[in-house]
């Protein structure tokens, strides 16, 4: 029910977008400091609203966290309390909506009167990733009228057209294959990918391994890098496993690291060694050393 109600959600929103009635109810039911009376505004609407259905469940961490906003251990199980019946009323089903968005953005109950419309969370600003977007990471994306997400067509005439506009770069979206290789990353060594299933970046991750020094690792229970934040008693069990199994592998490439270096100084010494000889130069017998292959 909590997936349908947000799917749902968009056709009715996009209809009271529609007129300025429409638009002034939705403006009190989400509690905005400015009402809604442009195009521009209503875009920004569902831009802060579809911020909230892509961030949760990269963060759906089973213990509380302040890592972009506050949000209480597994935040989707408690949002989705919000959300029970897709089937209600369109007025009551936007209704919950705002409620959910409530919760996500004013969890803390420290937004007092109103919201503005912006995605920046945490203290964390998208500038950076959207500049990185422009410049290094060409990642098209779309979704359907069967998504959670608002129901997008990528237009990559259009994203050059923002890029430019907003930070004078036009984006090469063969940059990323022509300098890593792609997935062809089989002369790399000492990678461990490491994919949450509850996270869904994963979709994109690399989840075989490729050879004994790229290893994958998919963790049940996990959402965006959940092995890589600090231990925490509520760490479900395949957290720890995974982080036991990283710390082994990282150990091993340390060890073969000490003793390929040690190895390799030892065969130095013995060259140079070994290489020692007598040469006669300017009257006198003097060491000199030869070098051998």
Not at 93 to 112: C, D, H, Q
Not at 200 to 221: C, F, N, Y
């Amino acid at each position: 029910e909590c997936a349908s109600s947000v799917r749902k959600s968009w056709a009715p929103l996009k209809t009271f977008t529609l007129t300025p009635d429409g638009r002034q109810w939705l403006s009190e039911v989400f509690h905005l400091c400015s009402p809604l009376n442009t195009t521009a505004d209503v875009e920004k609407l569902f831009g802060w609203m579809n911020n909230v259905w892509g961030t949760l469940p990269m963060i759906n961490y089973p213990y509380p966290t302040t890592f972009l906003v506050p949000l209480p251990g597994w935040p989707i199980k408690e949002i989705c309390k919000l959300l029970p019946n897709s089937t209600i009323n369109e007025k009551q089903l936007i209704v919950n909506i705002a409620s959910a968005m409530n919760f996500f953005y004013n969890y803390t109950g420290e937004v007092k009167k109103c919201f503005t419309l912006s995605t920046d969370t945490g203290g964390i600003s998208g500038d950076g990733w959207d500049y990185q977007f422009c410049t290094e990471m060409y990642m098209p994306s779309c979704s359907s009228n069967n998504s959670m997400q608002l129901p997008t067509k990528w237009d990559v005439e259009q994203y050059k057209k923002d890029c430019y506009k907003t930070w004078g770069v036009i984006p090469r979206p063969e940059w990323a294959v022509l300098q890593y290789g792609d997935r062809n990353i089989e002369a790399a060594s000492n990678i461990i990918f490491s994919n949450g299933k509850l996270d869904p970046w994963s979709a994109g991750g690399v989840r075989e391994s490729l050879s004994s020094t790229l290893v994958a690792i998919e963790i049940d229970d996990a959402a965006h890098h959940l092995d890589l934040r600090g231990s925490n008693p509520k760490d479900p069990e395949p957290v720890k496993m995974a982080r036991l199994k990283e710390r082994q592998i990282i150990q091993q490439w340390l060890k073969k690291y000490y003793r390929d270096r040690r190895i390799k100084k030892e065969l130095e010494k013995w060259r140079m060694m070994k290489g020692r000889s007598y040469y006669y130069r300017w009257g006198m017998w003097e060491w000199g050393s030869t070098h051998f292959n």
